[in-house]
């Protein structure tokens, strides 16, 4: 007979899987479904994990729409919840997730695609990360460069071909509307004329710079 994982050992003590033990008892129902589904759940996961980048929410919201896509479910959202949970747990104990980790390392990945700190948190509070968390990685952020919202606008700019970019016939033309592609980014009004009234001579000298803080950024965060 082969033994149960180490993993398994410590979910049958939990109070939940007793309490669903119990319940599936009443109903007849047998305890390796229960660990059957707790196996699938965690394959899941793996499967998840080995493709993508994800939080704690984002692989929660995963398993639960999965396995209730998938044939032969039978284990009710209260119970399967409860069995997420606990793979998540023994997930984040062995270094296999971490929000803290997923916090630093879309922060990294989005300053150099140009977002906003304000963009940078919204993503991450819907993501579910918790606010300190954020809060941290926002502080590497801003202890790096305190205007980086600033050098994050020119990258935008020089994405989208707006402000500084265009034609200087076309740049009085579009201001409003540059400025208002800015604001949906995230960039407060001040930032962003600061940014739209630059010369183009200025402005190609704060994109090379910008390259260079986000250089120093990367080893900050590492």
Not at 32 to 46: A, K, M, P, Q, V
Not at 56 to 72: A, H, N, V
Not at 194 to 200: A, C, F, G, I, P
Not at 207 to 218: A, E, H, M, Q, R
């Amino acid at each position: 007979m082969v033994e149960n994982p180490i993993w398994l050992q410590r979910a049958k003590k939990l109070p939940q899987f007793l309490e669903v033990r119990e319940g599936y008892q009443k109903a007849g129902k047998f305890e390796f479904e229960y660990t059957d589904t707790l196996g699938i759940i965690r394959n899941l996961s793996f499967s998840y994990l080995e493709k993508y980048s994800a939080s704690k929410q984002q692989l929660r919201t995963y398993l639960l729409k999965k396995y209730f896509k998938s044939p032969g479910s039978f284990i009710d959202k209260k119970e399967l919840l409860n069995l997420i949970d606990f793979v998540i747990l023994d997930l984040e104990k062995n270094k296999l997730i971490s929000d803290k980790f997923y916090s630093d390392s879309k922060s990294r990945s989005f300053v150099k695609r140009g977002y906003s700190i304000r963009k940078i948190r919204n993503y991450l509070i819907q993501k579910g990360i918790e606010n300190n968390y954020i809060q941290e990685s926002i502080s590497k952020i801003i202890s790096n460069n305190s205007d980086q919202d600033f050098f994050s606008a020119i990258k935008i700019c020089k994405k989208k071909r707006i402000g500084p970019c265009r034609s200087e016939d076309n740049r009085v033309l579009f201001y409003k509307k540059d400025i208002s592609i800015l604001a949906r980014g995230g960039f407060d009004y001040e930032t962003s004329k600061k940014v739209m009234d630059l010369s183009k001579d200025d402005f190609e000298n704060f994109l090379k710079l910008s390259w260079f803080l986000f250089l120093f950024f990367i080893e900050i965060m590492i």
